[in-house]
């Protein structure tokens, strides 16, 4: 009797919210895409060692539906293309229902469905040049190979936002599973074919404090598992059966603005256990790195940017004195300067100019670090125009 | 006296549209807070506005949701709202309400494509938000609040 009765208020409830739907639901989308071109001189990322490359492209298209102010269904497909480092395929990028309760000060919201890690000041909104702080984003905390891990959660997310006279406080609570696509393993192994991996859960957590837009500070924490098979043939080959990983990723972000200045900073600690238990071998390192990234608006319309990036994959190792051969030495660390201008030549078209300094490869894959035309360092100039249509009714 | 009405409420369109007209031109004086509810935004601090217009603040305290109006951000009068009533550069608000809309969790404002269209926007739109040129004489039409 009551479970019919429970049924009924949900049904009067659906039907509440269909009835009442055309008046107050709002749906808005975005298309957006970018097509870049890249030169490198001393390494293989993105464009090949002397090279020009055009094949360089993004992709999204998102939809939003406000049903009533507190109900709300998105997402998102994304399709990109990094020379012949990165070929995604046209993917589900987020695809959520949330729900949001007022609050006096704020508001609290549940989140069900394939949703973005809100993780540092980029990941949530990472694939857009129009929501990026550069062409390329920062790769000591938003590496390439490893993005799959930290891009999107298929699971429940906890938010909440605080709001007191000049301040704010946000925080989120999430678990999900993370879906990984053969690049994912294809960068990490070198070899989608031989390999599989699986997803075991992942758990993430921020905090982010505002005061004014002078002062933010944000706290992220995500803690992932994930598993690799190997086939058959990756035994023939001598490589492993399955192989655990946990990985804990300790983010702190900085964000400063003074009038026409904006100064970024976030350095990262990464704990990876990996265990291989066909040989007996369990190893921790803790790689760590972080930015600084300064820009300016010379006009409304008008930016100059620079950065600092460092990365070490072990920090016991920071020279890379252990690392075995065939890896060279360079590919424990990696430091980069990046100068950058963006110039915004419409409200919606966007035009940015970039060159990267690159010493050592270690934000980059081991499988790309071996080719030949890799050397310790190298510079990579990109330029990149952006273009978005967005439509609300 | 439905003459006398219509032409009334005909000479007073008149007037907002010429200074809605003249307005575009020129927008060099103060910016003026305009809501659908004038009771709902009469005692908003500037910490409270940039709340709104940063979509941190998404309901009224009724619990209706919150419609930002706003021009298109290289319009003058736009930059000159950032700059006076929120304290911010468009291009912050601009890199807030893409954060938002590529990562799934909001959606942009609605956008007016000229001061005359905003004022229409936030009669029609309950809980809605925008504003205006300050020589505009809007508080016939009970939208005014001034900061």
């Known amino acids: 009797m009551q479970t019919a009765m429970s049924i009924s208020r949900w049904y009067q409830l659906v039907l509440a919210l269909v009835i009442s739907a055309p008046s107050i639901a709002k749906v808005s989308g975005t298309f957006y895409a970018a097509q870049g071109v890249a030169y490198n001189d001393g390494g293989n990322f993105i464009a090949q060692d002397g090279q020009l490359e055009a094949n360089y492209f993004e992709f999204a298209a998102n939809a939003n539906w406000r049903l009533t102010p507190r109900w709300r269904l998105a997402g998102q497909v994304t399709r990109r293309q990094l020379g012949d480092f990165i070929s995604e395929d046209t993917a589900v990028d987020y695809l959520f229902g949330r729900y949001q309760h007022p609050l006096q000060q704020g508001h609290l919201s549940a989140t069900i469905g394939r949703f973005k890690n809100d993780f540092g000041w980029y990941n949530a909104s990472r694939d857009s040049l129009f929501s990026r702080p550069s062409i390329l984003l920062p790769s000591s905390i938003y590496r390439e190979w490893g993005r799959d891990a930290a891009l999107r959660r298929d699971g429940l997310l906890l938010n909440g936002l605080h709001y007191w006279e000049q301040q704010s406080l946000s925080w989120t609570l999430s678990y999900g599973e993370v879906d990984f696509s053969d690049q994912f393993t294809q960068s ?76 970024i900073a976030e350095w990262q600690r990464q704990p990876i256990e990996q265990r291989f238990p066909q040989f007996g071998i369990r190893v921790t390192p803790v790689s760590d790195g972080g930015y600084i990234q300064l820009r300016y608006l010379v006009r409304d319309q008008w930016q100059l940017y620079g950065r600092r990036d460092l990365f070490w994959s072990n920090d016991n190792d920071r020279n890379g004195q252990q690392v075995a051969a065939p890896l060279p030495n360079y590919s424990a660390y990696a430091r980069t300067w990046m100068l950058g201008s963006s110039w915004q030549i419409t409200d919606d078209w966007q035009l940015s100019l970039e060159w990267h300094r690159l010493e050592g490869a270690g934000t980059l894959p081991e499988w790309q670090i071996v080719q030949l035309g890799q050397a310790p360092t190298s510079n990579l100039y990109l330029l990149q125009l952006a273009y978005r249509w967005s439509w609300a009714r | 006296m439905i003459f006398f009405s219509f032409h009334k409420h005909l000479k007073g369109s008149i007037g907002i549209l010429a200074g809605c007209l003249f307005c575009m031109a020129s927008v060099n004086g103060a910016v003026q807070v305009i809501g659908h509810n004038p009771t709902q935004i009469g005692a908003l601090s500037q910490a409270e506005l940039r709340a709104i217009y940063s979509m941190k603040r998404q309901y009224w305290p009724n619990g209706d949701a ?30 807030e309400w893409d954060r938002l809309v590529f990562s799934g969790t909001g959606e942009p404002p609605t956008e007016a494509v000229s001061v005359a269209d905003m004022l229409h926007i936030v009669q029609q739109t309950k809980g809605a938000i925008g504003y205006l040129p300050d020589h505009i004489d809007a508080a016939e039409l009970h939208l005014i609040v001034r900061f």
């Open chain 2, 66 to 95: 919150i419609t930002v109006v706003t021009l298109a951000s290289s319009n003058p009068l736009h930059k000159q709202f950032c700059q006076q009533q929120l304290g911010l550069l468009p291009f912050q608000l601009n890199r």
């Open chain 1, 188 to 263: 990490l192994f070198g070899s989608s074919r031989l390999y599989q991996t699986q997803s075991r859960g992942a758990t993430s957590a921020t905090v982010h404090w505002q005061y004014r837009p002078w002062w933010q500070l944000k706290y992220s924490y995500s803690h992932t598992r994930f598993q690799v098979q190997g086939t058959p043939e990756a035994l023939l080959n001598g490589g492993f059966s399955e192989a655990s990983f946990e990985v804990d990723t300790h983010l702190l972000s900085l964000r400063s603005e003074w009038q026409r200045w904006q100064l």
